[in-house]
């Protein structure tokens, strides 16, 4: 589930953080000076054989799909570009430790006067590697097992395990992630799972045992994912004092659903971009695929990024939902969405906007929000170069709205809601990236619009996740 709704309870990731660089980060090959690249370009050379040396357990018709564009080149520097383009595609395909490329003459009867060999040094991964970590967190210790079989059948297929035992609860996870030769794009993953959360905003505890498939593909410049879940969910209050609304949704549900989703992402970088666009938009159906669960579900993502004079970043982001209830029954409080906090809107404390009873705040099935930014580097530029270029200064605004609809009220009426009581914020901060992993935030919030119930953070709150309006 996304950053706004009232959990994370998601299978395993199968294929895990992007740990590689990004574009921006990522070596580039130039040849220096330019006249010396212009007479690189004008000699006309042929790729006469590529050599991948290290292989054992990958199929050769894999890597033939990944360093088929090499003998396309027409002279050293495409040699060089599309060597190095093939060895990024390589690693991606999370199989080998290490990829080193050598070009040099093709030697032998019959090698040609403009003939080139290109070596591919390769590292494959272990047949089954383990990590192991401990984690402290919300007063919970845990330790996290896992277990992971790359490149099992030679083809990039993967299983990952993982195991987490804590103080509170326990969870595991088992992926199969299967991609296509050729087009690592388009692969497919199946999921099982058991994951408890506890959400102490809403008194609530959960514990969700499921199994889901999926299929990744892209079509033109937009990324799909097709998707089926089914999950058993248990619900149940996490303290005495649990309101009686929350208590009503005690027990037990089967939820059947199938899902669409289309991102179109022209962004430099996922966690703390300086240029680009995203789009996302997430469709969800439950209730004709099984399950005693029924409602049809909307969410929106957009944000823009550009960049401005002294390495400054101007950033707008919008995000909305809308889950309409199929039937009788009235909406789940696991399918609710949720806002507020230190990735949403700033300055109100976590989940902590819209309807609530006695305190435990209980989600809506409509909302909005949006955020404008501006980064900035630290002041004197400290660390330049280095350590000091992860940290950015941030000015932030940020506004939004979550509420309950009576859908037989028509548009208009939606629409004249969800601009009533409207939350807003605003601040400054430090904003530290962590790779392409995370980023953390320690902001300086000044909330505004504070409705009757609303929980507030005024002053210094600190927020740590991958997705942040």
Not at 213 to 234: A, D, S
Not at 368 to 396: E, I, K, M, S, V
Request: glycine residues 10%; negative net charge; charged residues 20%.
């Amino acid at each position: 589930m996304g950053t706004v709704q009232a959990r994370s309870l998601e299978p395993l990731p199968v294929s895990g953080p992007d740990l590689s660089p990004s574009l921006d980060e990522a070596e580039t090959v130039e040849v220096e000076p330019e006249t010396k690249q212009e007479v690189l370009e004008n000699k006309r050379v042929i790729v006469q054989h590529v050599h991948i040396d290290g292989v054992s357990r990958t199929k050769d018709d894999l890597l033939v799909y990944e360093i088929a564009d090499v003998f396309k080149a027409k002279n050293l520097i495409e040699v060089m570009k599309k060597s190095h383009e093939a060895r990024e595609r390589l690693l991606r395909l999370g199989i080998f430790r290490n990829v080193e490329v050598l070009i040099d003459t093709t030697m032998g009867e019959e090698a040609l006067a403009e003939g080139l060999d290109v070596i591919f040094e390769v590292k494959e991964m272990r047949r089954l590697t383990g990590s192991y970590n401990t984690m402290v967190g919300n007063n919970e210790g845990s330790m996290v097992l896992g277990l992971k079989l790359p490149n099992l059948f030679g083809r990039a297929e993967k299983i990952t395990f993982q195991f987490s035992y804590g103080t509170k609860e326990t969870s595991y996870g088992l992926s199969y992630f299967k991609p296509q030769p050729g087009n690592f794009d388009k692969n497919f993953a199946v999921n099982l799972y058991k994951v408890t959360g506890q959400f102490p905003w809403s008194s609530l505890r959960e514990t969700d045992r499921g199994l889901s498939t999926e299929y990744n593909f892209p079509i033109w410049k937009t990324h799909h994912t097709l998707k089926w879940e089914g999950v058993w969910r248990e619900l149940g209050s996490l303290s005495r004092t649990a309101s009686f609304s929350v208590r009503e949704e005690s027990g037990h549900s089967l939820k059947s659903s199938i899902s669409h989703t289309m991102s179109v992402d022209t962004r430099n970088s996922a966690i703390l971009p300086k240029r680009g666009a995203l789009l996302k938009i997430n469709q969800e159906l439950a209730g004709y695929t099984g399950g005693d669960v029924s409602f049809l579900k909307e969410d929106v993502e957009l944000q823009f990024n550009s960049s401005l004079l002294w390495d400054s970043v101007l950033s707008a982001s919008l995000w909305g939902g809308l889950l309409v209830p199929i039937g009788d029954k009235s909406s789940s409080i696991a399918d609710r969405f949720y806002l507020g906090g230190p990735t949403t809107v700033r300055g109100f404390s976590m989940y902590s906007i819209g309807p609530q009873s006695e305190g435990d705040y209980l989600g809506g099935e409509a909302y909005w929000a949006g955020g404008l930014h501006f980064y900035t580097p630290l002041p004197f530029r400290p660390g330049q170069g280095g350590f000091g270029d992860l940290f950015r200064t941030h000015f932030f605004l940020n506004a939004g709205n979550l509420c309950n609809l009576n859908y037989g009220d028509g548009p208009n009426a939606h629409l004249q809601k969800l601009a009533e009581c409207i939350r807003w914020s605003y601040g400054a901060g430090i904003v530290l990236r962590l790779g392409n992993i995370a980023r953390l935030e320690l902001n300086y919030c000044i909330p505004m619009g504070v409705q009757s119930g609303d929980r507030i953070c005024d002053g210094v709150q600190f927020g740590a996740g991958i997705r942040f309006l």
